[in-house]
T-cell receptor
Framework: AQSVTQLGSHVSVSEGALVLLRCNYS??????LFWYVQYPNQGLQLLLK??????LVKGINGFEAEFKKSETSFHLTKPSAHMSDAAEYFC???????????FGSGTRLQVQP | DTGVSQDPRHKITKRGQNVTFRCDPI?????LYWYRQTLGQGPEFLTY????????KSRLLSDRFSAERPKGSFSTLEIQRTEQGDSAMYLC?????????????FGPGTRLLVL
């Protein structure tokens, strides 16, 4: 069964610094991959998704992610953190032929002034 | 397009009581999903509907849980004889049909606290 691992349950960066949130999936066949953001007491909002069209995916709010098959990774980056980026970020995978998303346990991003 | 809506947003109940949650998907989305999210964890899949047909159920969905989507529009999730372990955020999502990589759009969730 698919599993998604997010290294680092908490990441703290300074405003203006690079953001790097890590995600690895377990399957040998690359799944569809997603990054969602969750603000307190809200649902999940899609940041970006990988659908095999391009390995570097650009999303909303300046975020991007790179799919690396050799590393089974889909890390999320943003060149310059903003205070409004403080939230919880979830990586998710969906195997082809299935409908359910498998989520990682999340990474809480803190942005220090 | 008003997004996925869920009602109620918060529910406090006593152990042993039954509760029912409602989800209204984005109009014309014929796929609907329920997930459960406990504190500090990512959402976990519970069940999935294609129109009114319930096509997949997780083993997390014990016999105390039942979900319906009678007319292929809104859905309800009922928990009977609630237990303290049922305390969680229940998330609903919907997606359109026809694309392999379709995005699931999530509602704001219903937070359940069982006392």
């Amino acid at each position: 069964a698919q599993s998604v691992t997010q290294l680092g349950s908490h990441v703290s960066v300074s405003e203006g610094a690079l953001v790097l949130l890590r995600c690895n999936y377990s399957s040998s066949v690359p799944p569809y991959l997603f990054w969602y953001v969750q603000y307190p007491n809200q649902g999940l909002q899609l940041l970006l998704k990988y659908t095999s069209a391009a390995t570097l995916v650009k999303g909303i709010n300046g975020f991007e992610a790179e799919f690396k098959k050799s590393e089974t990774s889909f890390h999320l980056t943003k060149p310059s953190a903003h205070m409004s980026d403080a939230a919880e970020y979830f990586c998710a995978a969906r195997d082809t032929g299935r409908r359910a998303l498998t989520f990682g346990s999340g990474t809480r991003l803190q942005v220090q002034p | 397009d008003t997004g996925v809506s869920q009602d109620p947003r918060h529910k406090i109940t006593k152990r042993g009581q039954n509760v029912t949650f409602r989800c209204d998907p984005i109009s014309e989305h014929n796929r609907l999903y329920w997930y459960r999210q406990t504190l500090g964890q990512g959402p976990e899949f519970l069940t999935y509907f294609q129109n009114e047909a319930q096509l997949e159920k997780s083993r997390l969905l014990s016999d105390r849980f039942s979900a319906e989507r009678p007319k292929g529009s809104f859905s309800t999730l009922e928990i009977q004889r609630t237990e303290q372990g049922d305390s969680a955020m229940y998330l609903c999502a919907s997606s359109p049909d026809g694309r392999r990589e379709e995005t699931q759009y999530f509602g704001p969730g219903t937070r359940l606290l069982v006392l």
